[in-house]
Structure formats: structure tokens, C-alpha cells
């Protein structure tokens, strides 16, 4: 077990690696030295909406991610944060910052259960 939660460890590390190297390439600075024609700053300001969007959900995965290491550290990986019963080894393989079992993640998913983030 203690093997398994190493190798849990290192992935979520890893995948946090990645997450940052991604955040900070994204570039969302305006380039304003020309006055761009409005088809032009039209694309320009969807881009810019697509890599807020994208920069967000990375930056969400990123906080669940530092999470889970420190459930790893605490000794409370693997377990629902509702109803603190086992995450199928499946799901956490899969999703390893998983805060939820399948129930209670149903439950987030429907408004039925209160995700705190």
C-alpha cells in the first residue's frame, strides 16, 4: 500500500508539473501597437476568452491536484469526502485526484451535494 500511494504521489507531482508548464505558456497578453480592424479584435478577444477558459479549468485541475497530495500526506487518499467510504481503485486510476466516490460525484454533478470548490 504504502508503494501504491508513492507511485500516487509522483503521478499527481508529475501532472502538476505539466499543469504549470501549461499555465505559463499561455500567453494572454494584447499586443495593442497597431489598431487591429474589428474582424481582427474580434477573433483576438475569443482567443483570449478560449485561453481564460482553458487557463481556469487547468488552474481548477491544478488545486484538486494539490489536494489530493495532501490527502496523500495525511493519509486520507482514496477516500470520499462525503461520505468518506473507499474510491474504487479504478476510479482513482483513472482520476487521481478524485475527491469523490461515484455516488457522491453523481450528486455534485445533479446540485444535489455541495462541492466546496
Known amino acids: 500500500m504504502k508503494r501504491?500511494?508513492?507511485e500516487v504521489k509522483q503521478r499527481l507531482l508529475e501532472e502538476r508539473a505539466q499543469l504549470i508548464e501549461k499555465?505559463?505558456?499561455n500567453d494572454l497578453s494584447v499586443d495593442?501597437?497597431?489598431t487591429p480592424d474589428p474582424v481582427d479584435l474580434a477573433v483576438r478577444n475569443y482567443s483570449k476568452n478560449v485561453m481564460l477558459a482553458v487557463s481556469e479549468n487547468e488552474s481548477r485541475q491544478?488545486?484538486?491536484i494539490d489536494e489530493a497530495l495532501l490527502r496523500v500526506e495525511d493519509n486520507e487518499y482514496g477516500l470520499c469526502q462525503n461520505c468518506e467510504k473507499e474510491i474504487t481503485p479504478k476510479r482513482l486510476e483513472a482520476i487521481p485526484w478524485a475527491r469523490y466516490c461515484l455516488n457522491c460525484q453523481e450528486l455534485v454533478e445533479r446540485g444535489l451535494l455541495d462541492d466546496e470548490q
Do not use: H, N, P, R
Open 4 to 6: 501504491a500511494l508513492k
Open 62 to 64: 491544478l488545486a484538486l
Open 23 to 25: 499555465l505559463k505558456d
Open 32 to 34: 495593442d501597437s497597431e
